[in-house]
């Protein structure tokens, strides 16, 4: 059976006002309700829609409480869970290890309504390694050296764009940008909405894009905020091991694209 793990979360407190929770947190309650209220996602042949900001809500807010402070000057953005990433612990580009140990995120992941039986969701106990998080905390964490997270925290951000995952039969994941227009419309309009909201709390000079997609959706996002920001939106080459180009060495790549669009990682 198709599934859609959507659905009330206890652990999201849905209502706009409340003051103790982070702004971040308050932006994407908001996107829940409205990724809530779409039509099924069949195109594709999607037979589960994972949404780990419900199923891993804890280890996701322990994410943006421990490291989502205020402005920021460069906002990384991805493009929507990976299987072993975050759509095992809601930690964007969320690789095990790098969760556990450099960004230290702990808590307890639950398991979505109904399960792919090839995609088990086995929270921060999944021993299966997210390439793409690895290059990408992997860069950040040699960038830091002995300075660890709140270094690179100090001055960025790291946010997901679209935080459902779509999976066809076979587990294959199906990334938003191959979504049937019926279906993607509305999923962008929302996402878009949500992404300009972040943008303009974390008043960012930098929206870093991981990805081609991740950009298109920044500038429709930037455009939507109009005069209100002046950020540069720039792009790295998204880390995925589909990349032969990423394969031939990502973290070279990303250092001379970061350098090229006047992105500085660390000082003052």
């Known amino acids: 059976g198709r599934e859609d793990s959507r659905g009330k979360s206890a652990l999201y ?106 995609r088990q969701i086995e929270g921060l106990d999944c021993q299966r390694a997210e390439v793409s998080g690895t290059r990408f905390w992997g860069l950040m964490e040699e960038v830091c050296g002995a300075a660890g997270p709140a270094a690179f925290f100090r001055h960025n951000f790291v946010y997901t764009y679209c935080p459902l995952a779509f999976l066809t039969a076979t587990g294959a994941n199906v990334t938003p940008d191959k979504l049937a227009g019926a279906e993607k419309k509305p999923l962008l309009e929302a996402c878009d909405e949500a992404l300009g909201q972040i943008i303009a709390l974390l008043k960012c000079d930098n929206v870093v894009c991981v990805g081609k997609f991740a950009m298109a959706r920044a500038r429709a996002a930037t455009l939507l905020l109009g005069d209100e920001t002046e950020c540069n939106v720039c792009t790295i080459i998204h880390p995925s091991p589909a990349s032969p180009q990423a394969n031939k060495g990502w973290k070279e790549t990303a250092k001379v694209q970061l350098e090229e669009a006047g992105v500085r990682l660390l000082g003052e």
């Open 13 to 118: 407190v849905r209502s706009q006002g409340d003051s103790n929770m982070p702004q971040p947190l308050q932006i994407e309650a908001g996107l829940l309700d409205r990724l809530e209220k779409l039509p099924a996602f069949t195109s594709q042949n999607i037979v589960h829609v994972y949404n780990p900001l419900i199923y891993a809500a804890e280890t996701h807010q322990n994410y943006v409480k421990k490291w989502g402070g205020g402005r920021v000057r460069n906002l990384f953005v991805g493009m929507n869970p990976g299987p072993f990433g975050m759509s095992q612990n809601g930690v964007p580009f969320g690789d095990t290890r790098a969760v556990r140990e450099w960004l230290k995120i702990e808590g307890h992941v639950l398991k979505p309504q109904l399960e792919h039986p090839k």
